[in-house]
């Protein structure tokens, strides 16, 4: 495609296919917009605890899968690390299915030589290790909130105002929330620096973020339910964290903070 853009590598994260919720047309138009030389999706691409409670598999489903296997096909290298709503591919790490090699985590290193840990995060979630039921509950909740999305997105749309995530913002309006984002982002950091590593890339937590925590680079893919972000890696090795709202729309993106204190010595 002519207006496509082009990475090293691209890192998607809590898809959530499966789910009524799952933002499947902005990820396929992202898809056709956005070639890299490998994809790492980084956890719960399938949702299988909705799946479990009621199946629901739209087209849309299928041509997201559809585009994954067929950037496979063309050379595009794969990488799948399951999250907790898919762990049932924990089951076959080193495997490989239509293309798309299954992995717990790796380290990647970009092609400026800093290493990330990258896995999903969901080992570092104490609600999701320890209380399963009070995991499914939340699930449930949120599932509430994002029915809420779909009439103010609607109501929003008609008034010509742009997209507001309702449950993104009650997320962050909680205490508790707030607190567990903080300690979440901290315990990873803290692998990453056990791992002898330069920064890590995960997912899980919905909450698209890139930050220094203590000399180690924390990204957050974010999620394709609410926020419709993913993180590209540039063919010179600095992370974008792009935000994708639709082909026609204007990018937003935000540069590693190392590129931006480098544009404002420059300035």
């Not at 956005?34 to 956890?43: K, Q, S, W, Y």
């Not at 990258?118 to 104490?126: A, K, Q, S, T, Y």
């Not at 909130?145 to 109501?155: E, F, K, R, S, T």
């Not at 508790?176 to 984002?181: E, H, K, M």
Request: neutral net charge.
């Amino acid at each position: 495609m002519a207006d496509s853009r082009n990475f090293r590598t691209i890192f998607i994260s809590d898809v959530h296919l499966g789910s009524k919720a799952a933002r499947t047309d902005l990820l396929l138009d992202f898809l056709r917009h956005h070639e890299a030389d490998t994809i790492v999706l980084v956890g719960d691409i399938v949702d299988g605890w909705r799946l479990k409670r009621s199946w629901h598999w739209p087209q849309g489903c299928n041509d997201v899968v559809q585009k994954l296997l067929r950037k496979a096909r063309k050379g595009t290298r794969i990488i799948y690390i399951p999250g907790n709503h898919g762990e049932f591919l924990r089951e076959f790490p080193g495997m490989h299915f239509g293309g798309i090699e299954v992995a717990e985590r790796i380290i990647h290193e970009t092609a400026n030589g800093r290493k990330y840990l990258v896995l999903h995060g969901d080992e570092f979630d104490v609600v999701v290790r320890n209380a399963r039921l009070l995991a499914y509950l939340g699930d449930w909740a949120y599932d509430a909130a994002i029915a809420l999305n779909v009439v103010l997105a609607a109501v929003r749309r008609r008034l010509g105002m742009p997209y507001w995530s309702f449950s993104a913002w009650a997320k962050l309006q909680v205490k508790q929330a707030v607190n567990f984002i903080g300690e979440f982002q901290r315990v990873v950091a803290d692998e990453a620096r056990r791992n002898h590593v330069d920064g890590v890339i995960c997912g899980h937590i919905h909450h698209a973020v890139m930050e220094d925590i203590d000399g180690i680079h924390y990204v957050n893919t974010g999620d394709w339910v609410e926020s419709c972000t993913a993180v590209a890696e540039r063919h010179d090795g600095t992370l974008e964290m792009i935000t994708w709202q639709g082909s026609a729309a204007v990018l937003l993106s935000r540069t590693c903070q190392a590129e931006v204190v480098s544009d404002m010595k420059a300035a």
